[in-house]
């Protein structure tokens, strides 16, 4: 799949790189919908790949109110060892080349499911400064932040290798507690059965509304409400391009298809 993107004229599904670049550069207004894929080369596996993070686990019980209320400790332990894991994991060629693309033009939104702000991390590597940088919409949270379970009180931590919690659990009595409300503290990730950040995900179906290309990369576009964005930027008469391996539910909406890793198309693209 490599050699399909090293010159500007190769064909990808009958298209050339070149003319969508040209035609991003032509568009107004761009969507950039991430999922686990863009991450994979950076070593955080996906969810649904083989060998991916639902393999032999029941989603019930790792990501669901449900499962948290019956055994805090399995999901803490489960969480915190992606956590730790994630902290060591760096941005790669994707995530740089969103980066470069946000930075460059302010008619730019990346708006992302994964939880590991390494799209954050790469932008502001870029731009080499910590404030002023272009939001990312987090429709799923964070993994690097916690939140009470009651009252929802936030615990952001200083930074990526923030102060939140990362100390070895070995029952319930040491699981982290709420400064505030003396509840348990949970991974400030979105839950299967819970509701998305509203402005996040607002915002989102708002600027896809505008965009004349929502550019769908590394996701399997099946976990909803995320996957219906792209839609609108279609249904106001935009087009969908889609960068994946594989096939999706999306991919028979797509204007373009680049089936290949996210890294080098986008490294194409941007
Ligand atoms: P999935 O694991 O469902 O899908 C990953 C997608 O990335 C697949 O379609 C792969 O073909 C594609 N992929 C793999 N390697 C790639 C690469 N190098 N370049 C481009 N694409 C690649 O992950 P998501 O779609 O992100 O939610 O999953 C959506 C949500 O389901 C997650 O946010 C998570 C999960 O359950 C919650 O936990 C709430």
Redesign the pocket.
């Known amino acids: 799949m490599a050699d399909a993107f090293t010159r500007d004229d190769a064909v990808v599904t009958g298209k050339t790189l070149a003319e969508a670049r040209d035609e991003l550069g032509k568009a107004e207004g761009i969507v950039v919908l991430t999922?686990?894929?863009?991450s994979?080369?950076s070593g955080i596996p996906?969810?649904?790949?083989a060998g991916?993070?639902?393999e032999g686990e029941k989603?019930e019980d790792l990501?669901t109110p449900g499962g948290f209320n019956r055994d805090p400790v399995r999901v803490w332990r489960w969480y915190q060892s992606r956590r730790n894991a994630i902290r060591e994991c760096q941005p790669h060629d994707?995530h740089r080349a969103i980066a470069r693309l946000t930075l460059a033009r302010p008619d730019v939104t990346v708006v992302t499911?994964?939880?590991d702000g390494l799209h954050q991390e790469a932008i502001r590597q870029l731009a080499q400064r910590d404030s002023a940088l272009p939001p990312v919409l987090e429709l799923?949270g964070s993994i690097l932040r916690d939140r009470c379970n009651l009252c929802s009180a936030r615990d952001d931590g200083p930074s990526r290798q923030g102060a939140n919690h990362t100390a070895h659990i070995e029952d319930r009595a040491s699981l982290p507690r709420c400064a505030r409300c003396g509840g348990l503290m949970r991974p400030a990730?979105?839950?299967?059965g819970e509701t998305l950040p509203h402005e996040a995900l607002d915002t989102a179906f708002e600027r896809a509304r505008q965009a004349d290309v929502c550019i769908v990369?590394?996701?399997?576009?099946?976990?909803h409400p995320?996957a219906s964005i792209p839609m609108a930027t279609l249904e106001t008469g935009g087009v969908i391009w889609e960068?994946?391996?594989?096939n999706?539910p999306l991919s028979r909406h797509a204007a373009r298809t680049f089936r290949?890793?996210?890294?080098e198309v986008l490294s194409h693209l941007a």
Do not use: E, Y
């Open positions: 999922g686990a894929g863009v994979a080369a996906t969810f649904r790949d991916g993070l639902w989603v990501a994707a499911q994964n939880v799923h990730v979105v839950w299967f990369a590394g996701t399997s576009a099946i976990v995320a960068v994946n391996p594989s999706t290949g890793d996210a890294g």
